[in-house]
């Protein structure tokens, strides 16, 4: 049987691979780093894929679904995995390295883009954290407990250490080579998301100020929608609506993509969180509920800024729609007033025209029986009656055929 394969199959099924979970041997020390696009279109990111596949020893030319590359280089083993917005940059060597950025495993092609995130975990084969491990951490915001059920169990601080890395402690004594794997994988995605998640925050700070500044505006727009009377008014206040809903719609598309960013890496971070499956050790908080009371509420303030940009937008779409409706409804009394002035201008008309009719009727039949008046003059002498008598008998016949023909007259100019 022959079949046409969809262009995009082998991506599809790459993408099922992509990032496979290695086995991870205790005890060692794994570093990450990850790395922001310097452009923020992703296009150096991506430039880095052929480059980083010759570092891992593979041609250049190879498969652009190999999203993420594993190799060994100075007795470590490195990872490198492309997303949408960022890179990640892992390792793994043995527990007593203090190198933070080792030479030949591609680092000096990350120079110049911005790191977002850097993660070290401390991988131990013992079934519980030293205490000289836990003893670096704050108290004040340490988190220490169980994952998987109690398989093995992790500490964090969330501060930057002096090498400005975020350290775990993981011990993973009831655990084999691959769930070590899975949790180093799990943890330190929860790192990353978090980082990534809480990206929007700066820019829903920033722009407290701007949208209660457009806030304002609009509110003093509204204002004047009900005491504008001319057009003039009507237009300026138009222009003002237009100016803001502009501005505001910038705002918008400058910004919705990272709070959609925001949301999503949000919801990745707690299904991470709740795949560890945790228990509080002593007095100490999960990672779980120390990001919920941390993160969330910044998460919860880029979703809030999201929607007072949604709302704004709609506040100034039906003030604007407001104010078409106003300015409709003058301009249709407008035109009733000049419908009625023409109106009463044609009803006058019509009333002179009737005037000057009745006049001229008049004026024709005077004249008319003047000629006649001559006419009787002259053959006084064979008509039944005087001059006086038959002006008098023909003044009511002349009217009406005076009558008659200014009618006919009318009609032939307006037919309809």
């Keep these: 049987m022959h079949w046409t394969e969809h262009a995009d199959r082998r991506l599809i099924d790459a993408e099922t691979h992509a990032r496979p979970v290695l086995p991870m041997a205790a005890p060692c020390r794994v570093r990450r780093l990850a790395f922001m696009s310097a452009q923020g279109t992703g296009d150096d990111l991506r430039a880095l894929h052929g480059r980083m596949m010759q570092v891992a020893g593979m041609p250049a030319d190879g498969p652009p679904w190999a999203r993420q590359l594993t190799f060994e280089q100075g007795g470590r083993v490195v990872t490198w995995e492309l997303h949408n917005e960022f890179a990640t940059l892992t390792w793994s060597a043995p527990i007593d390295d203090q190198v933070s950025a080792p030479e030949g495993i591609g680092l000096e092609l990350h120079a110049g883009l911005p790191v977002i995130s850097a993660t070290r975990i401390d991988l131990t084969a013992g079934g519980r954290i030293a205490a000289p491990a836990l003893a670096g951490f704050s108290p004040l915001s340490m988190c220490y407990s169980t994952i998987f059920d109690g398989q093995a169990e992790a500490a964090t601080d969330f501060h930057l250490e002096a090498d400005r890395f975020v350290r775990f402690e993981v011990a993973t004594g009831g655990c084999g080579d691959l769930r070590r794997g899975v949790i180093v994988r799990r943890l330190l995605e929860i790192e990353t998301y978090r980082s990534m998640a809480l ?3 700066p820019l829903a700070r ?8 457009y806030e304002q505006r609009l509110t003093q727009i509204i204002q004047t929608i009900g005491l504008s009377r001319s057009a003039q008014e009507h237009q300026d206040t138009l222009a003002g609506l237009h100016a803001l809903s502009s501005e505001v719609g910038r705002t918008v598309e400058d910004t919705s993509f990272r709070f959609a960013a925001t949301q999503a890496y ?13 228990a ?3 007095e100490f908080t999960t990672i779980e509920r120390f990001i919920s009371n941390r993160g969330h509420p910044a998460i919860a303030t880029c979703r809030a800024m999201e929607k007072r940009l949604g709302a704004l937008t709609d506040k100034v779409q039906r003030s604007i729609e407001l104010l078409d409706a106003r300015m409709s409804l003058a301009i249709q009394v407008q035109n009733q007033s000049v419908l009625d002035g023409l109106s009463a201008t044609a009803r006058s008309q019509f009333r002179l025209q009737q005037t000057v009719e009745g006049l001229s009727i008049i004026a024709i039949s ?14 006084h002498d064979w008509l039944p009656a005087s001059k006086g008598t038959m002006l008098a008998i023909s003044a009511p016949v002349v009217l009406l055929l005076v009558f008659l023909g200014i009618r006919r007259i009318r009609r032939g100019a307006h037919p309809e």
Excluded: C, P, S, T
């Design 280 to 282: 509080a050790i002593g």
């Design 199 to 201: 990206l929007g925050l």
């Design 206 to 213: 920033a722009l407290g100020g701007r949208v209660a500044e």
């Design 266 to 278: 949000a919801d990745l971070l707690d299904n991470r969180l709740r795949r560890l499956r945790e």
């Design 366 to 379: 005077y004249y008319a029986l003047g000629v006649l008046g001559y006419f009787y003059e002259g053959l």
